[in-house]
């Protein structure tokens, strides 16, 4: 039968930021790989010169927007939600992301099978000795790993996106670096839904779907990358110029 489990307030709380901060990092994850693609469109078109104000443009907005939303995630702030206050306050009471509820998660009305055992036995690795919640010290290496990688760069975003202070910075984040710190929250993110939600993912960023209806009416098909060919054809002259916007490529 199913486990039943009585959340308290405060793991409400934590819930409802976990939205929050799930967002925000979706976002992140989702910039980042746009931009890493329009990057390459630019590189691979020999009608954009470079470096082109365009790139530098977006360049500037990109890392500004990465940086602010990096930089929200690590501060410590009662009045704001923040992955670093959330990791703060599951070690200040771990008893709260316990095995029970992690447990009525995975729920099994004729008995568990092997499937939901495994799932089950997914919090081991991030529980206490007594296994009966999660580890503090998880919860805080985790916050110090992202205060550490992201603090780094918490100047530049204080003196050249905050306040624009013309003082040449100690140190510049390459956009390799702020992939990194994106990433690392990622799989930390991901790590603590699976204790939030007892679901397991790979990643925030979603794997993209095609839909359209066919004109024989049948029925609605999913078209993941790839699984096209042969179906879509490029007329000859698509990469040609388009008159319209020459003088825009001038």
């Known amino acids: 039968m199913n486990q039943k489990f009585e959340k308290s307030q405060k793991l409400k ?46 360049a500037r907005t990109y890392s500004s927007h990465a940086l602010a939303g990096l930089r929200r995630q690590i501060k410590l702030h009662k009045d704001s939600i923040s992955f670093v206050g ?23 009305p004729n008995g568990p099978d092997l499937c939901q055992v495994i799932k089950m036995d997914d919090f081991a690795p991030y529980a206490d000795a007594s296994g009966a919640h999660v580890c503090p010290q998880v919860a805080k290496a985790d916050r110090a790993r992202l205060e550490s990688a992201v603090k780094t760069h918490e100047a530049f975003a204080d003196k050249r996106v905050a306040h624009w202070d013309k003082r040449e910075p100690e140190v510049v984040p390459t956009f390799g670096e702020l992939d990194d710190c994106i990433k690392l929250l990622d799989e930390t993110y991901v790590k603590y839904h699976l204790l939030f939600h007892a679901e397991s993912m790979d990643t925030l960023m979603p794997t993209y779907q095609y839909e359209w209806k066919s004109i024989f009416r049948e029925p609605w098909l999913k078209v993941g990358f790839g699984s096209a060919k042969g179906l879509i054809h490029i007329s000859e002259d698509f990469d040609d110029e388009l008159s319209d916007f020459k003088e825009y490529m001038e």
């Not at 925000?24 to 470079?50: C, H, S, T, W, Y």
């Not at 771990?94 to 729920?107: A, G, N, Q, V």
Request: contains cysteine; charged residues 30%.
């Open 86 to 108: 959330l990791l703060d306050e599951i070690a200040k009471n771990p008893e709260e992301l316990s095995r029970s509820y992690f447990d009525s998660l995975c729920s099994y």
């Open 13 to 58: 709380k934590w819930l409802k930021w976990m939205e929050t901060i799930h967002d925000e990092i979706l976002g992140l994850v989702q910039d980042a790989n746009m931009f890493r693609e329009v990057q390459d469109i630019i590189r691979g078109n020999p009608r954009i010169q470079k470096p082109s104000a365009f790139y530098s443009y977006l």
